[in-house]
């Protein structure tokens, strides 16, 4: 922490608002408490929208925006559609899928980062759904931090269903789910209906379990949470993801931060983060 290279971190948010505003809100959080230079890679409409975000917010103008070409009708898309706010629920999952072919452009930014700054970056933040960053990662020489937006006991449920998918094969509607104490019962009308006809060989468990998995390979867990907020939740995650968590929320978007409620975000003033103390 005490070199005087600039740092720099890469964050790869999914593409829907309720990732990449937190997404934005983190990079706002670590720029603004340790200088560290922060890109988003995300794709041109997204882009757009955090570009718009950004410049109506001073906190977050030395944010940077690195475009990653992406062509919605090349994957069976309407056209210009990169969120999950401008597809019908039908159609998200080909969203997840063709989330994928954004490995080999990222995958060029790590390369050409590590190349002009003679060093990779200090980590990729990426979401949970970006689980193939993880490899990106380790090939170029940094590690992977997984970034779950939502909480951490919702997290835990989310991933748990969809590696294991425990309501499968049973006479009964309520279940235990692998990684929660024996406590914890399920109901199968808890899931959304995708969740409930999901059979590992769907294109929702197609997309979920390798990504999800990739993500467990990760050198530790950001939560959207704190610790006063979700002991049990976190402690339920740590165990199934057998790695570091570290609550850096709860996350607000920009407009809502001030000096006097951004105390409320992550860590206290001047305590540096864990995950970045560990890493530097």
């Given at each position: ?53 950004i410049s109506k917010n001073s906190t977050s103008s030395q944010i940077h925006l690195f475009e990653l070409p992406f062509n919605s009708c090349d994957h069976g898309l309407p056209p210009n559609t990169e ?14 899928h063709a989330s994928a072919s954004l490995e080999l452009p990222f995958r060029g930014l790590i390369q050409d980062i590590s190349a002009r700054d003679g060093s990779p970056p200090l980590c990729i933040i ?155």
């Open positions: 922490m005490g070199s005087s290279k600039e740092e720099h971190i890469v964050m790869l948010p999914f593409m829907a608002q309720g990732h990449l505003i937190p997404f934005l809100a983190l990079a706002n959080q670590i720029h603004g408490r340790y200088g560290f230079k922060i890109t988003i890679a995300t794709t041109p409409l997204n882009l757009r929208y955090l570009s718009t975000t969120n999950t706010e401008a597809l019908p629920l039908s159609q998200v999952v080909n969203l997840f990426s979401d949970v759904f970006m689980g193939w960053a993880t490899e990106v990662a380790k090939s170029c020489g940094t590690v992977n931090i997984t970034f779950t937006t939502g909480g951490a006991y919702g997290t835990a449920a989310y991933v748990s269903l969809w590696q294991h998918l425990p309501h499968r094969g049973r006479d009964k509607d309520e279940f235990k789910l692998p990684g929660f104490p024996d406590s914890c019962t399920f109901h199968i009308t808890q899931l959304h209906r995708f969740l409930r006809a999901a059979d590992g060989t769907d294109n929702w468990s197609r997309f979920f379990q390798p990504q999800i998995g990739h993500s467990l390979k990760s050198f530790g867990w950001l939560c959207n949470t704190a610790e006063e907020i979700e002991p049990f939740g976190l402690d339920v995650l740590r165990g199934y993801t057998k790695l570091p968590v570290w609550c850096i929320g709860p996350l607000l978007p920009p407009c809502m931060l001030s000096e006097k409620s951004s105390r409320v975000i992550g860590s206290t003033q001047g305590e540096s983060p864990e995950f970045l103390q560990r890493n530097a």
